[in-house]
């Protein structure tokens, strides 16, 4: 950053997280706080574009945060992270301390940019998982659920028993390269995952990015027909995410740079980041390379290299 300039930091007003990320920024005179909301963070976004900003600070989980990946892809503006989600992938993956924010802001300052890797649906841009079945109708009863005003715990406790009730198995044609003439794979399955990077499948790191991985889609499709075992997937990855059950030995597990999912439906509902969407079928998943300028921690503070990205 040049001497002396403060780094805009944006902050989504209605987010849970909002207070807290707020007084940390409003307290650091190297950041200029910016209020906004999801709909109008891209815009403001692209305006720091225009103005050549070099980098910016975006406070939120990992929805918000790939919505400023979204504005920011393909520029020269640098996105630092400070993390304000329940699960915050992506804060993880560059190595930040997800309960630290004054680290996250030194960070902000201090870390390197560097480019990172990304993945796109539909031409969608993504960081860090997406899933297509079972799990997409869990999370959007659960979010029904939670407009009543019963909280994000007895939510989810709800909406596992309506996927219980209502699980069922689809067909999937996967074309592992996503062109025509490419290998195909008919799946039986009811649930579908594609995750940015290469994952560890067994612990201590199960479910996070290898180092020196392969840079590349890696493909997760549940083959169990075990009612309890589909049941036992959503339940962990409600709690912890694609971490949880990246080893389990009821995926199918592949390394792809595109691959296309073909679905009885024209339309389905799926899953980027832990947002729904609703989009047309066939489902086209590419491999991203170096889509994105990302602020990683310097030497010092780094908690874990972030291995997506090219460099």
Do not use: K
């Amino acid at each position: 950053m040049p001497t002396g300039a403060r780094i805009p930091a944006f902050v989504n007003s209605s987010a849970g997280s909002a207070e807290a990320a707020r007084e940390a920024i409003a307290a650091d005179p190297r950041f200029e706080l910016r209020e906004t909301t999801p709909r109008e963070l891209p815009d403001a976004l692209r305006a720091e574009v225009a103005r050549g900003t070099p980098r910016v600070v975006v406070a939120g989980g990992d929805g918000t945060v790939t919505l400023a990946a979204r504005a920011l892809a393909g520029t020269s503006t640098a996105l630092a992270v400070l993390p304000g989600g329940t699960l915050n992938h992506f804060a993880r993956d560059l190595g930040l301390p997800a309960d630290d924010a004054a680290a996250c802001l030194e960070c902000a300052v201090r870390g390197e940019a560097r480019p990172v890797d990304a993945a796109t649906l539909n031409g969608e841009l993504f960081l860090n998982t997406s899933s297509a079945g079972v799990y997409v109708q869990f999370v959007r009863i659960r979010e029904r659920i939670e407009r009543w005003g019963l909280g994000y715990h007895l939510a989810t406790l709800l909406a596992t028993l309506w996927t219980w009730l209502r699980l069922h198995a689809f067909s999937v044609m996967v074309r592992a390269g996503g062109r025509p003439g490419d290998p195909e794979r008919l799946f039986r399955s009811p649930l579908v995952f594609v995750a940015v990077g290469e994952r560890a499948l067994a612990p201590p790191d199960m479910g996070q990015r290898i180092a020196g991985g392969a840079r590349a889609l890696q493909l997760m499709i549940v083959e169990t027909a075990s009612r309890m075992g589909v049941i036992a997937l959503i339940a962990r990855m409600a709690a912890g995410g694609l971490d949880d059950v990246a080893g389990d030995p009821a995926l199918d597990v592949s390394l792809v740079d595109a691959c296309e999912l073909r679905m009885r439906r024209p339309w389905g509902r799926v899953a980027m980041d832990g947002e729904l969407a609703r989009l047309r079928a066939p489902l086209h998943y590419r491999i991203a390379h170096d889509a994105l300028l990302a602020v990683v921690p310097p030497g010092d503070l780094a908690a874990r290299p972030f291995a997506a990205g090219g460099g």
